[in-house]
C-alpha cells in the first residue's frame, strides 16, 4: 500500500517560524513534523509514498532526499500553484492508481493506529474512510456527523457554535480506493472536505468515518506547536525520541556536552552535540537544538531552541521559541509566546514582550524593549566595526565564514597585486581564523607577509612600511577568552579610519568581492627579519641614554611581547627580571581577578628586587600597566600623567595629544613644563591621527595605551616601555616621586542606558540646556562639554557601540563633581 503525504503548505499563522522554510519541516523535538509522520508510516508498513509538495519545495526534497536514510521510497509530486488538499493528490494520480493508498498531512503530529484504519476501511468496504478525532474546540476544524454505523452523513467546514452538532473533526487523514481521483478536476484547486467529498455523498458514495482513539494535534499556531513539543516530552504522543533517558523525563543525545553543575528539570531534550555550561538552568518542556549553545547563568523553561543557536550567560527564556542560528546575547529576556526567527541577533540586555514577533535576518539593538513585532525594519543592525575592530564570539559572531567575507571585502578595496601584513596572538581561535583570512586575501589577489604569533606593535610597523598596503591582526579579545578582535590596518598601520571602514563594510554588505584570475593568485610569504627589524628601528629612533645598569621587572602576561623583548632588553643592557614570558596558547587572555593576582606578583617582586619600576604588558603587547619603585601599582588614570609629565619635562616644548576626557589635570602638567595639549576625540583613529602631526611629543589614552611619535603614531607597549626606561634612567626622580607632585584629579563617571533611536534628542536637549545657561563654555571636538567659569565641566557623549550615553564631570571637590553629574544625568534622563 502506498502513502501520499501533503506538505506544499506555507504555515502563514506560523510566521516567523515559516518565514522561510514550509511548515512540514518545523522541528518538534529536533526532528521536522514531517519525519515523524513518515516514521509513523514505516511503524505501519507502509514504505512507498508520495510527497506533493509546493512552498519552498527544493528545501523538502533536499532534507529527506529519496527516503533511502529512514528505510523508505520517496516520490515528489510539485505542484507550480496551490491546489488544495484534493488536488494535490490528483497531481500525484499517476503513481496512485494501482490499488487503495492512505493520505496524510505532512504536518500534523500524531501517532494514530493505520494498521487498524486500514482494517476499518477494508472491513466497511468504504470508498473513502476519514480519520476522525474527538476534540474540546471544535471550531477550527472541519466537523464530520456520521451515524450509528459509522457512515458519513454531513461535513461542516469552520463552523459556529450554533452549527457543532459534533465533536468530532476531521484530521486530514484518509484512506482511499484510486476510483476517488476520478471526481477530482484536474489541474484545478480542489478540497476533500469542501468539494469532492460532498459530492461523493450526495450520490451516496460509500464514505466512512474511522475515530481514532491515538494523539492527532494539527500544528497550525504557536500555541499548538508548544504544545506539541510539551506532549512529546510528556509521552502523550508515541514518537521515536533519539538520545538517552539520563534521568526520568531527561533527554539527552549521546553528542551532548552537559557540564555536571547544569540543573536540569525534566522534561526536556537536549540535542546532538549542544552545549550545557555550568550553572544554566533548563526547566519543563525545554528543546535544546543540535549544536546549540547555553552558557553559564542561563535560564529556559517552556523554551524551544532550534539549531546552531548561541544562548549568552545570564539569558531568560521563558515559553518562547528561538529560530535557528540565532544568538541572543548575554543578560537578554524573552518572554512568553515571543517568537524569533532565523538568524537573528538579540544583544544584551534586550527585552521581548510576550508575543512578539521577530522576523529572520533582523538585529535587535542591546538594552531595547521590544514591545511590538519586528517584520520589515533591521531595528538598527550594528556597525560592523566596534571599538576593538570587528569583535564577536568566537564560531558564533567570528566564524570562518565571516573571515572570508571580511577579508574579501578588505581585498576588494585594494589593488590586485598589493601586500598587506598578518598576524595573530597566541591563541587557537585566532590560528584558524588567520587561514581562512589568509585563504580570501591570496584569493583576491592580495600578497601576504604571514608574522605568525607576533605583538600587535610589531605588526602596525610592517604595515606602516612602505611595501604594505595594511594590514590585519587577529587577538583574542581583552578579558574574554570566547571573543576574538580582528584589526584592520591602514598603509600607516593604525586602525581604518571611519572613512575607510564604510567603504569595507559596503562591500561587506553587498557581498561584490572581487575574485583573482587562476594566474593572479597571489603568494603567502614569511618574513624572516620581522622582529629584527622591529627592534632595530624603534633602539634607533628612541634614547637610551643612561639605561645601561638599570634594574626593572616585566611581566609580558604569557603573551606574544616574550617573542620581541628579550632582544630589545638583551642591546639595551638592562638587569631585567622576566615573568611570564612563554607563550600560552590556552589562555590568551585574562580574567580581571587574574590580571589583579599577577598585578599583585609583579608589585611584590618589584619590591623585593628593588627595581626601578615594574612593567606588565597585556597579551598582543599593545598596553602596559605600571608599577612604581615601592611596589605600589600606578592607576591607569594616575599613570597617564606621571608618563606625561616626565616626557614634558624633558622635552619642555612641543605637543601632546590627549583624548577630550582626560583629566584636565593633564592641562596643568603640561602648562608647567611649557608643553601645549591637542584635545582628539575618543573616535578610534584620533589619536593616531593626531600623533603623526608636527611637533607632536606623546600622546596616551588614559587605559594604558602610549603613543611615541618619533618612532610610531600608533599605541606601542614595547615602544613605551623603551622610552619610559630612558626618561628614569635619566631623571632624578622616582616614579612615586612623580606621582606625589602630580595634582590629585576629582573625576567621576557615569553611564546612562539610552535607546539608538533617542540619542539624538539626547544630545539636542543637552546642547538646548548649556545654550540656556550663564557662564557656560561648550566645547564639541566630541560629544558636548560643558565649562564653567570656575574651571569644572562636564562631558556628555553618546557611547559609540552601546545604548547608553557617557558622562564624565570634574571640579575642584569631589562633591561639587556629584552635583553637577547629576545635574546633567538628570538632563539626559529627561530626554531619553
Not at 543540535?290 to 543557536?309: I, S
Not at 573616535?683 to 588614559?702: K, N, R, Y
Request: charge should be negative; charged fraction near 25%.
Amino acid at each position: 500500500m502506498k502513502a501520499v503525504v501533503m506538505a506544499g503548505g506555507e504555515g502563514t499563522r506560523l510566521r516567523p517560524m515559516t518565514a522561510n522554510q514550509p511548515k512540514p519541516l518545523l522541528p518538534v523535538v529536533n526532528r521536522p513534523i514531517m519525519e515523524h509522520v513518515l516514521r509513523l508510516l514505516k511503524r505501519h508498513g507502509v514504505t512507498e509514498t508520495v510527497v506533493t509538495v509546493q512552498f519552498l519545495a527544493a528545501l523538502v526534497r533536499n532534507y529527506f532526499g529519496d527516503g533511502d536514510e529512514l528505510g523508505m521510497s520517496l516520490q515528489y509530486a510539485i505542484e507550480d500553484v496551490p491546489l488544495g488538499t484534493a488536488g494535490s493528490v490528483k497531481n500525484a494520480a499517476a503513481r496512485l492508481r494501482d490499488g487503495r493508498f492512505l493520505v496524510i498531512s505532512g504536518d500534523a503530529l500524531t501517532d494514530i493506529d493505520l494498521t487498524d484504519m486500514i482494517r476499518s476501511h477494508r472491513e466497511t468496504g468504504a470508498l473513502v474512510t476519514i480519520g476522525l478525532k474527538r476534540v474540546p474546540n471544535p471550531l477550527e476544524f472541519g466537523i464530520v456527523i456520521v451515524d450509528e454505523a459509522g457512515r458519513v452523513q454531513r461535513f461542516l467546514e469552520k463552523p459556529t457554535w450554533g452549527q457543532v452538532f459534533s465533536d468530532t473533526v476531521n484530521t486530514g487523514i484518509y484512506v482511499m480506493e484510486p476510483e476517488v481521483l476520478g471526481d477530482v478536476p484536474a489541474g484545478e484547486p480542489a478540497d476533500w472536505s469542501a468539494d469532492v467529498f460532498p459530492r461523493l455523498l450526495e450520490r451516496g458514495a460509500p464514505i466512512y468515518g474511522y475515530v481514532a482513539e491515538g494523539y492527532w494535534e494539527d500544528v497550525g499556531s504557536h500555541g499548538s506547536y508548544l504544545k506539541a513539543q510539551a506532549d512529546a516530552l510528556s509521552g502523550k504522543v508515541r514518537l521515536d525520541i533519539g538520545g538517552f533517558e539520563v534521568s526520568p523525563g531527561v533527554w539527552v543525545a549521546g553528542s551532548a556536552s552537559v557540564e555536571p553543575d547544569a540543573v536540569l528539570k525534566g522534561p526536556l531534550f537536549v540535542g546532538e552535540y549542544a552545549k550545557v555550561e555550568a550553572g544554566a538552568e533548563l526547566r519543563e518542556y525545554t528543546v535544546l537544538g543540535n549544536n546549540a549553545v547555553v552558557r553559564e547563568g542561563a535560564f529556559l523553561h517552556r523554551a524551544v531552541v532550534h539549531d546552531n543557536v548561541y544562548l549568552g550567560p545570564g539569558t531568560h527564556l521563558r515559553g518562547c521559541v528561538i529560530g535557528k542560528s540565532t544568538d541572543v546575547m548575554s543578560g537578554a529576556r524573552i518572554e512568553e509566546n515571543a517568537v524569533i526567527g532565523d538568524e537573528c541577533v538579540i544583544e544584551a540586555e534586550a527585552y521581548v514582550s510576550s508575543g512578539v514577533k521577530i522576523y529572520p535576518f533582523k538585529t535587535i539593538e542591546a538594552g531595547a524593549v521590544v514591545n511590538t513585532s519586528v517584520i520589515w525594519e533591521s531595528r538598527g543592525q550594528r556597525n560592523l566595526f566596534g571599538p576593538r575592530g570587528v569583535s564577536g564570539l568566537v564560531n558564533v559572531e567570528i566564524t570562518p565564514e565571516l573571515c572570508v567575507r571580511l577579508a574579501s571585502a578588505y581585498a576588494t578595496t585594494l589593488r590586485k597585486g598589493e601586500h598587506v601584513v598578518i598576524s595573530r596572538d597566541s591563541s587557537l581561535a585566532a590560528r584558524a581564523l588567520k587561514r581562512a583570512v589568509i585563504g580570501a586575501l591570496t584569493a583576491s589577489a592580495i600578497n601576504v607577509d604571514d608574522l605568525e604569533a607576533a605583538p600587535l606593535p610589531v605588526a602596525r610597523f610592517h604595515a606602516a612600511r612602505g611595501t604594505a598596503a595594511g594590514g590585519v591582526a587577529l587577538r583574542t579579545t581583552a578579558g574574554d577568552p570566547q571573543s576574538v578582535d580582528i584589526v584592520i590596518m591602514d598603509d600607516r598601520g593604525a586602525d581604518l579610519p571611519p572613512g575607510s571602514q564604510r567603504k569595507l563594510e559596503r562591500v561587506f554588505s553587498r557581498q561584490e568581492f572581487r575574485r583573482a584570475f587562476p594566474g593572479e593568485i597571489a603568494e603567502l610569504t614569511y618574513p624572516a627579519r620581522a622582529v629584527e627589524d622591529y627592534t632595530r628601528e624603534l633602539l634607533s629612533r628612541v634614547d637610551m641614554t643612561g639605561v645601561r645598569g638599570m634594574k626593572v621587572v616585566a611581566d609580558c602576561a604569557g603573551g606574544t611581547s616574550s617573542l620581541v623583548l628579550p632582544r630589545l632588553l638583551g642591546r639595551a643592557g638592562i638587569e631585567v627580571l622576566t615573568v611570564n614570558a612563554v607563550l600560552d596558547d590556552l589562555s590568551p587572555t585574562e580574567t580581571l581577578a587574574e590580571r589583579r593576582r599577577d598585578l599583585q606578583r609583579l608589585a611584590e617582586l618589584v619590591s623585593s628586587s628593588r627595581a626601578a619600576f615594574g612593567v606588565r604588558f597585556d597579551p598582543v603587547g599593545e598596553r602596559i600597566a605600571l608599577v612604581d619603585e615601592q611596589g605600589q601599582l600606578i592607576s591607569e588614570e594616575r599613570a597617564l600623567l606621571v608618563v606625561l609629565d616626565l616626557v614634558a619635562a624633558e622635552r619642555r616644548s612641543g605637543q601632546v595629544a590627549l583624548p577630550v576626557t582626560t583629566t584636565r589635570v593633564a592641562e596643568q602638567v603640561c602648562r608647567f613644563h611649557g608643553v601645549q595639549v591637542q584635545w582628539t576625540s575618543t573616535a578610534v583613529d584620533a589619536l593616531t591621527s593626531a600623533a603623526a602631526g608636527p611637533g607632536m611629543i606623546f600622546a596616551g589614552d588614559g587605559r594604558g595605551g602610549f603613543v611615541v611619535p618619533e618612532f610610531s603614531p600608533a599605541i606601542d607597549g614595547l615602544a613605551a616601555f623603551m622610552r619610559l626606561l630612558g626618561l628614569v634612567a635619566r631623571t632624578r626622580l622616582s616614579l612615586s616621586q612623580i606621582d606625589a607632585r602630580i595634582p590629585v584629579a576629582r573625576m567621576l563617571k557615569r553611564t546612562i542606558p539610552t535607546q539608538w533611536a533617542a540619542k539624538g534628542a539626547v544630545m539636542r536637549s543637552v546642547i538646548e540646556a548649556a545654550e540656556s545657561g550663564d557662564g557656560h563654555r561648550i566645547d564639541t571636538t566630541d560629544g558636548v562639554r560643558v565649562v564653567g567659569d570656575d574651571g569644572s565641566w562636564v562631558l556628555i557623549l553618546p557611547a559609540a557601540t552601546e545604548p547608553a550615553t557617557d558622562l564624565w564631570a570634574e571640579a575642584a571637590d569631589v562633591d561639587t563633581a556629584q552635583l553637577l553629574i547629576e545635574r546633567w544625568a538628570r538632563v539626559v534622563e529627561e530626554a531619553t
